[in-house]
């Protein structure tokens, strides 16, 4: 829902917005930001941020919200991308309560909620998990 216009029309109204978008979004999007990078990056990266900056963000709605709250008593200006609402519903179900039991079930033997992918589709979630662990490191 994120797209290269919402860019354009904003920086029209703003031009010294920094743009900042999750690498889920659409890729021509990424292309157009000026920043890419996880939802670690995306926090870290406003937060460092110099005092009364604007920055336009494609990621998930209550991230937006989120910093915009954080960090609007530093003079800085935090807008969600797209004009209409994406927020990440699978986030709301990941709880303490959740994790705790899903790790205690695993001290058991037993595996819940196990997620499995066509191995075209495993290889290449493995080569991306390890080139973030050798570069975490």
């Not at 743009?19 to 990078?37: L, N, R, T, W, Y």
Request: charged residues 20%; negative net charge.
């Amino acid at each position: 829902m994120f797209k290269p216009e919402h860019i354009d029309q904003f920086k029209t109204q703003y031009p010294d917005t920094f743009v900042i978008a999750h690498p889920e979004a659409p890729f021509d999007v990424c292309q157009k930001s000026d920043f890419v990078g996880s939802t670690e990056y995306i926090i870290k990266t406003i937060a460092e941020a110099e005092h009364n900056t604007r920055w336009l963000v494609a990621t998930e709605l209550n991230l937006v919200n989120r910093l915009h709250q954080q960090f609007s008593h530093q003079g800085k200006s935090v807008h969600f991308m797209a004009p209409t609402i994406s927020m990440c519903s699978t986030m709301f179900r990941t709880d303490p309560p959740a994790l705790l039991r899903i790790l205690e079930s695993l001290v058991e033997g037993e595996v819940v909620n196990r997620i499995q992918v066509p191995e075209k589709e495993a290889v290449q979630a493995r080569a991306a998990l390890q080139r973030m662990f050798d570069i975490s490191v």
